[in-house]
């Protein structure tokens, strides 16, 4: 029986609670289906690490986690420690250590689940975001100087490469040709950004060159915000850089009904090293401890991670134990508007899959 090492990564806030709550229902998922099995292996990495070591994670981090064969995170961030500290010494250091340049966020409304746009269903809003998650706005090139000082200069460089622009271009319109409808929107700000982003669209360009099956349109990213409110149903898949796309994912799960349902792959698509799964919401300290964190993101995380994988009939099965779940307004925490509680939707999940005879 094949089995899998997965790195657990809790983080910070209510990534304590939903990583727990997404372990559990794994592990009854695996049991189900009898052909895999799962072995985590849980690293206390953190805010709380960061407060006992002055890092967010050990230098060897890195080598620890390359065995494994998927990272399951949670969240990082807390009111105490700076957020450039704490994300930087985790999250993107994993992402950009591992080369994992796909960051893929699906977007649609679930059974159950109402959108604040006026009667738009999952017809209507049904999105995969593909964000270049390894340059860009977030390449961490730039600095400051005369600290403190009246003249104090602080620069961030967008550094968009060739190889780096080509390889999230193909990637996203091979995900989009497997995808029924076919349609690929890229998206720009090469009227103002007249460098890296005309770059950007002459590559898109080129390479769509390379799927003539793939209809492919371009949008500014400040007309794509309205156009993901007012013509949901023209789009499809979504290719947009890193800080573009890490905006627009966030209205996506708005509008799909809630942050707390939201997932996310960070892919090295090569398979050189492990990929990792996370739900988008962040650390929320404001509930955390407080047993209403919705765990549905972090599951449907982990029917990313069950995809890439090569598990895709337990990527199913969770995926229709989500569903099930979320079609019941008793199951709604308090993000959609109910009372349940963390545990209560985790126990729901983990009955709908042990009842699951497909």
């Given at each position: 029986?094949?089995?899998?090492?997965?790195?657990?990564?809790?983080?910070?806030?209510?990534?304590?609670?939903?990583?727990?709550?997404?372990?559990?229902?794994?592990?009854?998922?695996?049991?189900?289906?009898?052909?895999?099995?799962?072995?985590?292996?849980?690293?206390?990495?953190?805010?709380?690490?960061?407060?006992?070591?002055?890092?967010?994670?050990?230098?060897?981090?890195?080598?620890?986690?390359?065995?494994?064969?998927?990272?399951?995170?949670?969240?990082?961030?807390?009111?105490?420690?700076?957020?450039?500290?704490?994300?930087?010494?985790?999250?993107?250091?994993?992402?950009?250590?591992?080369?994992?340049?796909?960051?893929?966020?699906?977007?649609?409304?679930?059974?159950?689940?109402?959108?604040?746009?006026?009667?738009?269903?999952?017809?209507?809003?049904?999105?995969?975001?593909?964000?270049?998650?390894?340059?860009?706005?977030?390449?961490?090139?730039?600095?400051?100087?005369?600290?403190?000082?009246?003249?104090?200069?602080?620069?961030?460089?967008?550094?968009?490469?060739?190889?780096?622009?080509?390889?999230?271009?193909?990637?996203?319109?091979?995900?989009?040709?497997?995808?029924?409808?076919?349609?690929?929107?890229?998206?720009?700000?090469?009227?103002?950004?007249?460098?890296?982003?005309?770059?950007?669209?002459?590559?898109?360009?080129?390479?769509?060159?390379?799927?003539?099956?793939?209809?492919?349109?371009?949008?500014?990213?400040?007309?794509?915000?309205?156009?993901?409110?007012?013509?949901?149903?023209?789009?499809?898949?979504?290719?947009?850089?890193?800080?573009?796309?890490?905006?627009?994912?966030?209205?996506?799960?708005?509008?799909?009904?809630?942050?707390?349902?939201?997932?996310?792959?960070?892919?090295?698509?090569?398979?050189?090293?492990?990929?990792?799964?996370?739900?988008?919401?962040?650390?929320?300290?404001?509930?955390?401890?407080?047993?209403?964190?919705?765990?549905?993101?972090?599951?449907?995380?982990?029917?990313?991670?069950?995809?890439?994988?090569?598990?895709?009939?337990?990527?199913?099965?969770?995926?229709?134990?989500?569903?099930?779940?979320?079609?019941?307004?008793?199951?709604?925490?308090?993000?959609?508007?109910?009372s349940a509680t963390t545990r209560q939707v985790t126990e729901a999940a983990v009955a709908a899959i042990k009842g699951d005879n497909t």
């Open positions: 029986m094949k089995s899998y090492r997965i790195a657990a990564i809790p983080g910070d806030g209510i990534g304590k609670e939903v990583i727990a709550a997404g372990v559990e229902v794994l592990t009854a998922l695996a049991a189900r289906d009898g052909r895999f099995g799962l072995a985590f292996e849980t690293f206390d990495w953190g805010s709380d690490y960061y407060r006992r070591h002055r890092v967010m994670m050990p230098a060897e981090g890195l080598a620890a986690l390359k065995g494994f064969d998927a990272i399951y995170f949670g969240a990082v961030g807390a009111p105490d420690v700076p957020d450039h500290v704490s994300l930087w010494g985790l999250r993107l250091a994993i992402c950009q250590g591992f080369d994992q340049y796909a960051n893929v966020r699906p977007a649609r409304i679930l059974p159950g689940i109402t959108s604040p746009l006026r009667g738009v269903t999952a017809r209507e809003l049904d999105w995969v975001i593909v964000r270049e998650n390894s340059e860009g706005e977030y390449a961490g090139v730039g600095g400051r100087v005369h600290r403190g000082l009246p003249e104090e200069v602080a620069t961030d460089v967008s550094v968009m490469t060739r190889a780096g622009v080509s390889r999230i271009m193909r990637f996203a319109f091979a995900l989009a040709r497997g995808r029924p409808r076919k349609l690929l929107t890229v998206v720009t700000k090469s009227n103002a950004q007249r460098h890296a982003m005309v770059m950007w669209d002459e590559i898109a360009a080129e390479v769509a060159g390379e799927f003539p099956d793939v209809t492919a349109d371009k949008m500014l990213v400040d007309a794509m915000t309205m156009r993901m409110v007012l013509r949901p149903q023209t789009l499809d898949t979504i290719v947009a850089s890193n800080l573009h796309a890490d905006i627009l994912s966030d209205l996506a799960a708005a509008l799909a009904g809630s942050l707390g349902i939201a997932p996310t792959a960070n892919l090295d698509p090569e398979r050189r090293f492990p990929s990792m799964f996370e739900p988008i919401h962040g650390s929320a300290f404001d509930i955390a401890g407080q047993g209403i964190a919705n765990p549905i993101g972090t599951l449907w995380s982990a029917t990313l991670m069950l995809e890439h994988l090569g598990e895709p009939a337990a990527a199913a099965r969770l995926m229709r134990a989500i569903e099930r779940v979320t079609a019941d307004p008793a199951l709604h925490t308090p993000d959609l508007g109910g």
